[in-house]
């Protein structure tokens, strides 16, 4: 039976992920249920939850960086008060609570959050093995409703939860991710209109929700004449959580364990060594000696790697999190004068490495997301299949060409047919010469076997175009600017 459960309003945007959990708590089976919900920090994961809770009269147990014996504890009063008993349930051992959750007696779906799961495992590390148990004993005899949901901000930990031999594989009837908001519900999260604003402050805090609420008190820029002005009053100011919070996240994984390391692995990607070999060059490491961190990174949610749309032994790798570039391109290399307050000498010396080295690769980026998730089969003539970015190399000229936005089409047995290449450009006026390199780029494809018969062209561009490519676009070019994007 569809049950509707309203989606209190404090809760910004996440429709889908409110859908997904009422579905699952209002599950009629008449088992336990076991469900996951991750997801990086400050993404609005405890809200989600709770309030689902809160809704649906659920049981809310906040997992804490304690021994066991005190979560018994605090586990005990929680479910005494449920029960209406005058005194705390009294356990000794996690299969007693565990099962004690199990059995509640009930008669509808009765949904039990258990949240930062990890800090419980990091002391007990025989809990997803008892959880197990518990949940395939219930499942051969009749047991209570409970919809146990388990959740966590450990990436690393909450991805292998589920995989490969772990002992909760195969149990779990919800797996959901709550992402960081996408740029145009960031924009409207910080109720920003104007586009080049927009894509500025993105470019600094991304997606996440909590970066506006209690990390900046709801100081938003105001235009874009008062955005250096925010930089440094909410950005560089070390009386605000903000100005740390980029070494946090990495603080907080727990299998980040040598964070000289991974900083030096970001700063080297943050300085635009996006190749293995660029990497380990930078951190002087051998390319072989940095598989494991970059895995451990990606794992983590921080890093993810870019396949090459034309010439798939080459990825190249970025770093997910825009509060990350932000701090190794301006903070890092001058985090004594930061914390001394010299925010103005900072950013007026770092200003220009963040526009070329953190907002024209960010905005390479939502470019391409514009191309996946916006854009739409009318923009490029056909459904995409693949997007991303692509080098081509011209041996006639002795060159290579980089390609910002490549659109591929669904393969049909045939050449693959290429729907689009684009060119990015944050801080230039974008000309014919910026097409005439993509149309050598789509005559080099064409000799190699692709299908470039109805490519499109596209100049994507913060600064503009001349006044001779506004009056050339149409069927073989498009030309895409900020406003395009947030429309």
Excluded at 344 to 370: A, K, Y
Aim: hydrophobic share 40%.
């Amino acid at each position: 039976m569809h049950v509707t459960i309203a989606k209190p309003p404090e809760i910004f945007d996440r429709e889908a992920e409110w859908a997904e959990l009422v579905d699952f708590i209002s599950d009629e089976s008449p088992h336990p249920t076991l469900g996951v919900v991750s997801g990086r920090r400050r993404q609005g994961k405890t809200l989600l939850l709770g309030s689902i809770c809160d809704s649906a009269g659920g049981i809310y147990i906040e997992g804490t960086e304690a021994l066991p014996a005190e979560h018994f504890h605090l586990i005990g009063e929680q479910l005494a008060t449920r029960l209406g008993s005058p005194a705390p349930l009294h356990f000794t051992s996690w299969r007693a609570v565990i099962e004690a959750i199990l059995d509640l007696e009930t008669p509808s779906p009765l949904p039990v959050v258990i949240d930062e799961f990890p800090y419980l495992v990091k002391v007990s590390p025989e809990l997803p093995s008892v959880l197990q148990a518990a949940l395939d004993l219930r499942r051969r005899r009749k047991g209570s409703p409970i919809r146990l949901i388990l959740c966590g901000s450990a990436l690393t930990f909450m991805g292998g939860l589920l995989a490969g031999n772990a002992p909760l594989r195969g149990r779990a009837g919800l797996e959901l991710v709550v992402p960081t908001l996408d740029y145009r519900l960031a924009a409207e999260f910080w109720q920003i209109s104007n586009p080049r604003l927009a894509l500025l402050t993105h470019s600094v805090v991304g997606g996440t929700p909590a970066y506006r609420r209690e990390y900046v008190r709801d100081d938003t820029p105001q235009s874009l004449d008062d955005f250096d002005d925010w930089i440094k009053r909410a950005v560089l100011n070390p009386a605000r959580p903000l100005f740390r919070e980029a070494r946090y996240l990495l603080a907080e994984e727990p299998d980040l364990r040598d964070a000289a390391l991974y900083h030096s692995v970001l700063a080297a990607v943050a300085e635009g060594n996006a190749s293995r070999g660029g990497i380990a060059n930078y951190i002087g490491r051998k390319a072989t000696e940095i598989s494991h961190p970059l895995a451990v990174l990606e794992d983590a949610g921080l890093l993810a790697k870019s396949p090459d749309m034309l010439r798939a032994a080459r990825p190249l790798y970025r770093i997910t999190e825009p509060l990350i570039s932000f701090y190794h391109a301006v903070m890092r290399p001058a985090w004594r004068e930061l914390e001394r307050r010299r925010a103005d000498q900072v950013w007026q010396r770092s200003r220009d490495r963040f526009l070329s080295g953190v907002v024209g690769p960010h905005f390479e980026e939502i470019c391409r997301t514009w191309a996946a998730d916006f854009a739409g089969a009318e923009a490029f003539g056909g459904i995409p299949a693949e997007i991303g970015h692509g080098v081509v190399n011209d041996p006639e000229r002795r060159t290579s060409h980089e390609v910002d936005v490549v659109v591929l089409g669904e393969p049909d047995g045939g050449p693959r047919k290429v729907l689009s290449l684009g060119e990015v450009k944050w801080g230039d006026t974008m000309c014919e010469g910026h097409v005439e390199r993509l149309r050598r780029v789509r005559d080099l494809l064409a000799d190699r076997g692709y299908d470039t018969r109805s490519t499109r062209l596209a100049c994507y561009s913060a600064a503009g175009f001349t006044p001779d490519l506004l009056a050339a676009e149409g069927d073989d070019l498009m030309l895409v600017n900020p406003e395009r994007l947030y429309s």
